[in-house]
């Protein structure tokens, strides 16, 4: 579905990524990981076209690279950035209802509101509750929410635990199988390797901006030097 082949980007004259390379296929969830400040967050926004890219970024077999982010979101890609990005002015049932792709007003939708509200049981509690009051991780579930709405067929999510309680945490590891039971493929870049271990069909491992290690969770369990050298703190 994603193949993303000898991309580089730049912030600036600052060159960031150095021909990263790696695949998402159909229905499968594969973690981006390694340390901050090796590339992960700017390999998810050259993806939706939101920094200044070169190389190839295929989504089933159409070009992304050039594309503004509304046109690939179009196109069934979904981002979870780092910064949540709510409205904080509107409800948390508006925020949703914004993400909600037009088609599913006249056709049976993937995702509903009641999915929605019974995966993630406090925003049901405070569906008319301005957004912008809600505590830091409910409005990272209402994020991950408003993007389902969208009917994405991939989901790139920044960073979902950052920052977030334990039972928060807990919900965001509900959200994540909820999306490998539904088919959903997922690129996710965390840094709680305990989540992405477990959930992850494959991993990267990004240092210096590329990509150092690609495998099975279990070789990069039995692969010391690669967490030794590009993971631990």
Not at 112 to 127: H, V
Not at 139 to 160: A, N, Y
């Amino acid at each position: 579905m994603l193949q993303v082949n000898d991309l580089h980007a730049y912030y600036g004259k600052s060159h960031v990524l150095h021909g990263v390379q790696f695949e998402v296929g159909e229905g499968e969830i594969v973690s981006l990981l390694g340390r901050n400040g090796s590339g992960r967050s700017t390999t998810a926004r050259a993806i939706m076209g939101m920094v200044a890219a070169e190389g190839s970024v295929l989504w089933n077999g159409q070009q992304l690279l050039g594309k503004k982010p509304f046109e690939i979101a179009r196109q069934g890609v979904g981002y979870v950035p780092e910064s949540r990005d709510v409205f904080p002015q509107l409800t948390v049932h508006q925020n949703l209802l914004l993400g909600q792709k037009s088609s599913q007003r006249s056709g049976k939708p993937r995702w509903t509101f009641e999915d929605m509200y019974r995966m993630f049981a406090p925003l049901k509690e405070r569906q008319h509750t301005p957004a912008g009051v809600l505590s830091g991780g409910e409005q990272q579930m209402l994020t991950l929410c408003r993007t389902l709405m969208g009917e994405p067929d991939l989901i790139i999510i920044d960073e979902p635990t950052e920052g977030l309680a334990p039972r928060f945490v807990e919900y965001v590891g509900t959200y994540l199988n909820q999306l490998k039971d539904s088919g959903c493929s997922v690129l996710l870049i965390e840094q709680k390797l305990s989540i992405a271990m477990g959930i992850s069909d494959r991993v990267l491992v990004m240092g210096h901006g590329t990509i150092v290690f690609e495998g099975r969770p279990q070789a990069l369990r039995a692969n010391t030097a690669v967490s030794t050298e590009w993971l631990e703190v």
